[in-house]
């Protein structure tokens, strides 16, 4: 079992820049596609980017293309989602998630599939 915490969330004006971090404990994200999604309130939430356990395979939702970039440190223990031009509508609640896989190239785009999910953080993106 895994446990996965985010950080790195907060308030940032439109056009800015955040990097988010999802810090794993219990046992090596190596096992695990990793994932991104996010919710805002009174609507589902939402896929944004997977990372297939072999790094090189990323997914990512219409929304976050070109924008929004999935890596992983296998050593660190660590996922991250930097986010650059941010829009107001990016605003949500941020999750991480992992998927034990063992296909190394697989990446997952329902959260059904998800395993494991962090408590999620908040980012705020003002106009």
């Known amino acids: 079992q895994v446990q996965l915490v985010e950080s790195g969330g907060g308030l940032v004006q439109a056009g800015g820049s955040l990097r988010l971090s999802c810090d794993a404990s219990?046992?090596?994200?190596?096992?695990?596609?990793m994932g991104w999604f996010r919710q805002v309130p009174g609507k589902e939430r939402e896929f944004i980017t997977s990372?297939?356990?072999?790094?090189?395979?990323?997914r990512y939702a219409d929304s976050a293309k070109g924008r929004f970039t999935i890596s992983r440190d296998n050593a660190k223990n660590t996922v991250y989602l930097q986010m650059n031009r941010l829009k107001p509508e990016d605003t949500a609640v941020y999750y991480c998630?992992?998927?034990?896989?063992?296909?190394?190239?697989?990446?997952?785009?329902?959260?059904?599939?998800?395993?494991?999910w962090g408590q999620g953080i908040q980012v705020t993106v003002s106009s």
């Open positions: 990372i297939a356990r072999n790094s090189l395979t990323t």
């Open positions: 998630a992992a998927k034990a896989s063992i296909s190394s190239s697989y990446v997952p785009a329902d959260q059904r599939e998800f395993n494991y």
């Open positions: 219990g046992r090596t994200i190596s096992v695990y596609a």
